[in-house]
């Protein structure tokens, strides 16, 4: 489980952690661009996020339910759509595509309300985003890597080519569940800066 086996994890893994990232970035642009219904359904997310902000605020220690909850939700959901992707890779395509949009049209909004991008992605995105959104494409790479797993072993047993098959989802599970501690532990990091450096920074 240590950092050197991780690392090499991802070179292993190098190729979907690329596309995973370019499939990101073209999905920032298409949030950013968004319109019509696209536009709806991004709205409709963010005010579901804000209601929930807006509690938290009101808590006693808004700082540390902001952690908790940042922390738990970002955590839960990185695992989920790593096994989830056993689906044949549709889970984490689609939730990669969405958390793209999302920033994307955050960002915009921000922009057109006046407020400098420099503030948006310096001071708002940047701290926490270096460790957070990485993590989110290493989790989405990974889980299709095990839709990839999937669908192999199944044209394997289709053509009845099971040999070393069990050996091969016996690494692949063991570099799925260490590329999991991993993002829960970097995850852990990412919401301690979001919820005191990141809050600090855009309360004044």
């Not at 990101?24 to 219904?37: D, E, K, M, P, Q």
């Not at 095990?146 to 091969?168: E, H, P, W, Y």
Request: with cysteine; net charge positive; glycine share 10%.
């Amino acid at each position: 489980m240590g950092l050197k086996a991780f690392l090499h994890d991802l070179h292993t893994t190098r190729r979907l952690i690329l596309v995973s990232a370019f499939l990101f970035c073209i999905s920032i642009v298409v949030g950013w661009l968004s319109t019509g219904a696209i536009q709806s359904i991004l709205t409709q997310q963010l005010s579901g996020l804000g209601e929930v902000a807006q509690r938290l605020q009101q808590t006693e220690h808004p700082q540390w339910s902001f952690f908790v909850f940042i922390f738990f939700n970002n955590a839960i959901k990185c695992v989920l759509v790593i096994f989830v992707g056993a689906l044949f890779g549709i889970v984490p395509f689609v939730f990669l595509i969405m958390n793209g949009m999302v920033l994307g049209f955050v960002v915009h909004l921000q922009a057109d309300t006046c407020r400098s991008l420099y503030e948006v992605i310096v001071k708002g995105l940047l701290p926490h985003g270096v460790i957070e959104l990485p993590v989110l494409i290493i989790a989405c790479a990974f889980g299709l890597k095990f839709g990839g797993q999937v669908m192999s072993s199944i044209g394997a047993g289709i053509g009845l080519k099971r040999k070393g098959l069990a050996q091969t989802w016996e690494s692949f599970m063991k570099q799925t569940l260490r590329v999991s501690i991993w993002s829960v532990v970097l995850l852990f990091i990412a919401a301690a800066i979001e919820s005191g450096i990141t809050y600090r920074l855009l309360s004044h």
